[in-house]
């Protein structure tokens, strides 16, 4: 069974930075593509970074050059950094596993305001 605990979200200022963590249990870790996706109010999940295992990355336009996706497999822990965060990006982060199933965190609120 897999479980992803998330962590680090809160409220940032427009051009802060935040950086989220996601734990996750299990042996699948690291051979499995890990995601970010966020669901803003009255918006669907949309994907935002994601990271194969074999270390390749992917970005949203609307993230691109602002937000870094990593991983520590030693740790079974994906990171996103938040960079020049910007009021759009106020949103529920989940963390997702895909490996044969989907695996899905609890998700964590960011909130960017002034």
């Known amino acids: 069974q897999v479980r992803l605990v998330e962590s680090g979200g809160g409220l940032a200022q427009p051009g802060g930075s935040l950086r989220l963590s996601c734990v996750a249990s299990?042996?699948?870790?690291?051979?499995?593509?890990m995601g970010w996706y966020r669901q803003g109010p009255g918006k669907q999940r949309e994907l935002i970074a994601s990271?194969?295992?074999?270390?390749?990355?992917n970005y949203a336009d609307s993230v691109k050059g602002r937000f870094t996706i990593s991983r520590d497999n030693a740790k079974n822990t994906v990171y996103l950094q938040m960079n020049s965060l910007k009021p759009e990006d106020t949103a529920v982060y989940y963390c997702?596993?895909?490996?044969?199933?989907?695996?899905w965190g609890q998700g964590t609120q960011v909130t960017v305001s002034s």
């Open positions: 990271i194969s295992s074999g270390y390749r990355t």
């Open positions: 299990g042996s699948l870790f690291s051979i499995a593509s």
């Open positions: 997702h596993m895909g490996y044969g199933t989907d695996y």
